[in-house]
């Protein structure tokens, strides 16, 4: 065949490939063709290679012209395969009891939730379910919303610079997300339902149990006629909904919070002893007033539970630190 | 506070297994953290919140339980016999006399002496009781004062009356360097702020915290004078800070005790001494008490129905009165709602809501009757749903999530990563745990780095991170730190690989966030990407920025971990930028039907031409039928000469209505090889 790189040529070769693909008997004789025509060497490949005798202007054209030869020629080859049924599939049917199809198969590699993130996830939804809503608040506070607007007094240990991280006078990372309780009733008024999960800091010696930055998911309702009895009862139906057992044991123990009265620590049975997993109560009348909601027309309780105390129990991890390290060989555990 | 059961039952009866006595008192607040055995005896380690420093002492405790049980709390026996004068003929005020200088931090402060005592080891009961608890015996006096403490929560401190320079009692602020050898052994320079006990040649002791070596009760003391005082909580707390020296004494008188106990306690004292010893106590007391200190508490009015409706408990007629009165509370009302008077050792309760709580703990917060909450819809939250699927984009991408710290300044070179993101100064804490942990992180890029650090060390050799969190910027005119959620993943492999393939794969993941939020859909704002220059800590000619119309809200590059072979790959976004402009609507758009046709064009273009030069003429060029445009190949080598590249591309054209024919594709492609030669000097190669 000529190859000086005519348009005409072009067509010969087209003509030709497509006649040869018609006669091809079987998938080798199409495999011929397609070398003889497509492949590094073949008549396609070469035609493009001697372009000599065609002007600037036309030199486009003749490769787009030679774009679609390519694309009919290529066409033809895989319909005339499936017709005639490709190597590949003849082998399959052929020897189907030779290939080992109990090779592992090639699994898609795939990440992780941290668990801290996936036990707050579903926390979350859980009280979701409960009608929470879910808030948010910086994770630097002021004192105002740290200590004040929780009736915190003045002189109070809570508010030692040795038991905070504080940045200036006034600034401080959040040492509880209770901020986010006041910051909610500073803007909106009852009924309220909400939680706010997040990061806390306070300056605790690291050891298996402890951390100087954790994470709580704090609970606050506010409107008439809350009682104790409706905290109780959240909490019970939280912890039965987590652990997804009716008979689970918990108890409300008093203790003391300046936020709430009454207040309780929240301790679940686990494992054969009572574990703390936060506190709660209902929430100090100096609290509502210093958002301006009027104690005496609502009532409202609030509770606030460890995360990593959950996620620790949830997964038996002995210790805190693992959660900071970010080793892969812990985090791929929990995806 | 270890509280033994043989001494609770001084003061109550009470037939309890162990069991049964840890669990009452752990269900009113105090809780039980464990159970020790002495001998026949038993010593309960319980946990006292910091509102109840009543709590502090075994009749504390006590009073719990004879409320709970409803038995009579046993009177304490405060007599004793005193002579009018010393052997010596003098009456106690010619002994001895109290100045209190400062009456704002010292709100009472009494004395009272005995004399002709012997010092001695202390009777069984006595050495056996404080052993329990943990407490050293030491002699009769010194035994007493820490007998009377843990018995009624009331420190006490006993100075040789005959080393009080001028039998003076002094209460003053410490003079500046003033020294102090306290009985512990420790050596302290004081301050104007700390308020002392002094004689007339100096301090005798730290009010409140702890006695002075030089006034000390010792063998051969004879005459002692018994300080039972009670100061202000704060000072007491700051200098016990300050000093580094804490006690039971500081650590009771900060929690703020009972004014009415410290006479109580101190004749209790005398009334022991004079049991366990022979001498003579002094007829008297010498007092100093501030005006109003004593005043009675207010009473506080309490609804029976507002107890019942905020506990949601049905409480019987006459609970709260029995409660309250066994608790110590008093009324000249006839019914449950007084007004009460809470006793002068419940420093905690001032309101109703105290006296709510009250009938709550004693009632069992435990056993409120089942409420349930209105059924109420969540609204739904877009932008946490979206933060959540960026999260799940990422773990289908194989990254594993990490939670890095805070705090912490990224080591070197990176500093320039974390100013690229924010020129301010970081915001610092005042006291970190760690020394590189006092500033707020600026970028994510700090804690990634550190956990990639650890992960390589221990022979993980592909390790993929992500972390979604905030950073602390640091703006002019705002006062406080703003914080950003940001974004942030990390590629480190041992083995490098060829062709930008680890920064495309990296960026891919930025590129799968934006098209994830669908943040280029949204309008006016396009995201564009451009190298960024050297110097910003990532190995030269590896970096991209994303920039929105001008703003900078993201960074890919390749980082120089030193140490770590291979290479690693970090990106970050602002992700609450992208979330502001993340498109909410999602609405369908019809799609063709008809056949596709695909050309794979490749250009060889100058060097300095990029990609995203050769993609915005493709767009410009307004192509008909285009359906969309995808980068195949890059390759520079000997075929295409020094300076150059090729660049290949593919585009789809397919038309919504018909079937488009060759012919046309061909001219639009024509008209494109046209515009590229002309504005870009790019070349078709065949």
């Known amino acids: 065949m000529s190859q000086d790189g005519s348009f005409s040529d072009l067509d010969a070769i087209e003509k030709e490939a497509l006649a040869a693909v018609e006669a091809a008997g079987d998938a080798e004789a199409l495999d011929q063709v397609r070398i003889q025509v497509l492949g590094k060497k073949g008549s396609l490949k070469q035609i493009l290679r001697n372009l000599g005798g065609l002007t600037p202007e036309e030199r486009p054209l003749f490769g787009a012209r030679a774009n679609v030869v390519k694309e009919k020629v290529q066409a033809a080859l895989d319909e005339a395969k499936s017709r005639l049924g490709s190597p590949a599939k003849q082998g399959a049917a052929n020897s189907s009891a030779t290939e080992d199809l109990t090779l592992p198969g090639l699994m898609p590699e795939r990440g992780s939730r941290h668990p801290v993130r996936l036990v707050m996830a579903r926390m979350s939804r859980i009280f979701a379910s409960l009608g929470f809503e879910v808030a948010d608040g910086p994770e630097v506070e002021d004192e105002w919303h740290n200590f004040t607007g929780l009736n915190i007094p003045a002189d109070h240990i809570a508010r030692d610079p040795s038991e905070n991280f504080f940045l200036t006078d006034d600034l401080l990372m959040r040492s509880q997300t209770s901020t986010v309780q006041v910051r909610v009733m500073e803007n909106s008024q009852p009924p309220l339902r909400i939680i706010s999960p997040g990061k806390v800091f306070r300056p605790d010696e690291v050891d298996a149990t402890h951390h100087y930055m954790f994470h709580q998911l704090e609970g606050l309702v506010v409107d008439e006629g809350m009682t104790f009895g409706h905290l109780k009862t959240t909490l019970l139906t939280f912890f039965q909904q987590l652990l997804q057992d009716e008979n689970m044991k918990l108890r409300l123990r008093p203790s003391f919070f300046p936020f709430t009265e009454p207040s309780a620590e929240v301790d679940l049975w686990w494992r054969g002893k009572w574990m703390e997993m936060g506190g709660c109560g209902m929430v100090d009348p100096n609290v509502l007033e210093a958002v301006n909601i009027d104690p005496e027309k609502y009532t409202g309780f609030a509770f606030g539970l460890g995360v990593e105390r959950v996620t620790m129990a949830s997964y038996n991890i002995p210790d805190i630190r693992y959660f900071t390290e970010n080793d892969v060989r812990f985090l791929r555990q929990f995806s | ?686």
């Open chain 2, 1 to 686: 506070m270890k509280v033994s059961v043989d001494w609770l039952r001084d003061h109550v009866d009470f037939n309890l297994k162990i069991e049964e006595l840890s669990h009452l008192l752990t269900m009113c607040g105090l809780n039980c953290e464990g159970i020790e055995e002495h001998g026949d005896d038993h010593v309960l380690e319980l946990e006292v919140t910091s509102n109840r420093p009543d709590h502090l002492g075994h009749r504390g405790v006590a009073r719990e339980l004879s409320c709970l049980l409803k038995v009579p709390l046993k009177p304490l026996d405060l007599d004793f016999d005193t002579v009018e004068a010393t052997a010596s003929g003098l009456a106690l005020d010619e002994v001895a006399s109290i100045v209190v200088d400062d009456e704002e931090r010292c709100g009472r402060y009494t004395a009272r002496v005995a004399e002709g005592l012997k010092i001695s080891e202390s009777p069984d009961w006595i050495r056996r009781r404080l052993e329990a608890i943990g407490l050293r015996p030491i002699n009769l006096v010194v035994d007493l004062t820490n007998y009377v403490l843990m018995d009624l929560g009331q420190p006490l401190h006993a100075f040789d009356l005959d080393r009080l320079e001028g039998g003076e009692v002094i209460v003053r602020r410490a003079q500046r360097m003033e020294k102090f050898s306290a009985i512990d052994g420790s050596e302290h320079e004081l301050d104007s702020e700390d308020l002392v006990i002094a004689d007339q040649s100096g301090t005798a002791a730290l009010a409140g915290i702890m006695g002075g070596t030089r006034t000390e009760v010792h063998e051969g003391t004879q005459r002692i004078l018994l300080e039972s005082a009670w100061f202000e909580p704060v000072p007491v707390r700051s200098s016990s800070r300050r000093l580094i020296l804490a006690s039971d004494s500081s650590y009771r008188f900060e929690r703020r005790l009972d004014v009415e106990a410290c006479e109580i306690a101190s004749r209790r004292f005398m009334h022991l001494l004079a049991r366990e010893s022979d001498c003579s106590i002094l007829s008297g007391c010498l007092e100093v008490v501030r005006d109003g200190l004593l005043d009675h508490a207010e009473a506080i009015a309490i609804r029976p129905q507002r107890a019942s409706s905020l506990l949601g408990d049905v409480i019987p007629e006459g609970e709260i009165s029995s409660i309250l009165s066994a608790l110590g509370f008093t009324t000249q009302g006839t019914d449950d709602s007084g007004p009460w008077t809470p006793p002068t050792w419940r420093v905690d309760c001032s309101r109703e809501a105290d006296l709510i709580e009250e009938i709550g703990r004693i009632r069992g917060l435990d056993q409120m009757d089942d409420r349930r909450m209105e059924v109420r819809a969540v609204p739904e939250n877009a932008r946490a749903d979206k933060i959540e699927r960026v999260h799940e984009y990422l773990v289908g991408a194989s990254y594993h999530e990490a939670m890095t710290i805070s705090f912490g300044v990224a080591e070197g070179d990176f500093q320039s990563i974390e100013n690229w993101w924010n020129l301010g100064e970081h915001w610092v804490v005042r006291n970190p745990i760690r020394a590189n942990e006092g500033s707020l992180r600026k970028s994510l890029i700090p804690g990634l780095l550190t956990s990639v650090r650890g992960n390589r060390t221990h022979g993980v050799d592909e390790v993929r991170l992500f972390e979604v969190a905030n950073v602390f910027h640091r703006r002019d005119g705002v006062d406080r730190p703003v914080e950003k959620n940001h974004v942030a993943w990390v590629l480190s492999r041992a083995q490098e690989e060829k062709n930008l393939q680890s920064y495309r794969e990296v960026r891919g993941v930025a590129d799968g966030i934006l098209d994830l939020l669908r943040v280029a859909e949204s309008g006016p704002l396009t995201p564009s990407w451009s190298p960024v220059g050297d110097g910003a800590g990532f190995v030269p000619g590896s970096t991209a920025a994303l920039s929105f119309s001008g703003e900078q809200i993201g960074l890919v590059g390749r980082v120089d971990v030193d140490d770590l072979g291979g290479e690693t790959w970090y990106g970050e976004l602002d992700l609450g930028y992208l979330l502001d402009q993340s498109i909410e609507d999602v609405r369908f758009s019809e799609f063709s039907r008809h056949p596709v046709i695909t050309r794979d064009l490749n250009f060889v273009v100058s060097d300095e031409v990029l990609w995203r030069d050769l993609s915005s003429e493709i767009d410009a060029a307004s192509l008909e039928h285009l359906e969309s445009r995808r980068f195949i190949d890059m390759y520079r080598g000997k075929q295409v000469g020094q300076g150059r590249k090729s660049m290949t591309f593919s585009l789809t054209f397919r038309a919504a209505d018909r079937t488009l024919t060759h012919e046309e594709i061909d001219q639009s492609v024509e008209k494109l090889v046209g515009r590229l030669g002309e504005k870009l000097q790019a070349e078709l190669r065949s």
